[in-house]
């Protein structure tokens, strides 16, 4: 019967063997980064959808603000904002992520501030409560975007969904209130004492963000543009509402020179996203 016993069998063998375990590493490989890419995908989109939906969410805060305190010219300008939101707020009704209860809770909240008739300071609260869970969400999402085969040189977009998108919110906050005061052509000592902190925060949080993107290798974001557009906001804020009793600038002409500021610095968030769908290309 040894006849049949070859000696080079037990090689034969190790090697089949090593190759099979080889074949199964390699499928399971191979559907780690199909799910990992599906992942960075799925949360790809909606941090986009997000990025958007802060934006028109911000700026209707300060155009309603606007027109509650007084200027009925932004109404257009407010119309036309609703309008847009209404499809972003559609494409929100039709996730189907883990973070269902978030997103319904984004699309409840907006649905309230539509049918609600309030003051200009209840409106103010009840956008910044919808804005906040809307950076909370951002930063959830975020936070569980699996980076790990991503190049070192993402490591600056921890500065994105932190620092840059809440200096985006102060000044979003900033821009909302002003643009009431504007509208009014006074202000109130709690509104002068609120202002002075969001200046504060925005100079503060922006020299932070920044100063952490100038570290990285973060040349493509263009940070010399989008840091002077955010100081010339705050030169805007301190002369022409901080430095006087009864403001004389117009309302729309400030909600646009803050708006710059914002969409400068929310062009980062998009540079950052644009920069993740680059790599999610290489799986």
Known sequence: MTGFFYPEWPGLTG???????????????????????RQLTSGIKQLALLRLLLADFQRHRGLSTGLLSGDHSLQTDLDITRKQL?????????????????????????????????????????????????????????????????????????????????????????????????????????????????????????????????????????????QATVNSFLLCLEQDLLNCDRPQIDAKLYFEQATVAINNLLGLMDAALKDLQHVTKAF
């Open 86 to 226: 209404e499809t972003h707020i559609s494409k929100a009704r039709q996730q189907s992520t883990r973070y269902q209860t978030q997103w319904h809770r984004l699309t409840t909240q907006w649905q309230q501030i539509c049918q609600s008739t309030t003051s200009a300071d209840t409106n103010l609260l009840n956008h910044h409560d919808l804005i906040r869970n809307t950076i909370f969400l951002i930063e959830d999402i975020a936070s569980e975007l699996d980076l790990s085969s991503c190049p070192k040189e993402m490591n600056y977009l921890q500065s994105i969904w932190q620092e840059v998108v809440q200096t985006a919110e102060w000044t979003g906050q900033a821009r909302a209130l002003g643009t009431g005061i504007a509208a009014a052509g006074s202000s109130s000592a709690a509104q002068r004492v609120r202002l002075r902190f969001l200046h504060a925060k925005i100079k503060q949080l922006s020299l932070t963000a920044f100063t952490a993107l100038k570290q990285s290798k973060t040349d493509h974001l263009n940070l010399q543009q989008s």
């Open 15 to 37: 090697i089949l063997l090593l190759t099979g375990l080889a074949a199964i590493f390699f499928i399971l490989h191979r559907r780690m980064r199909k799910q990992q890419h």
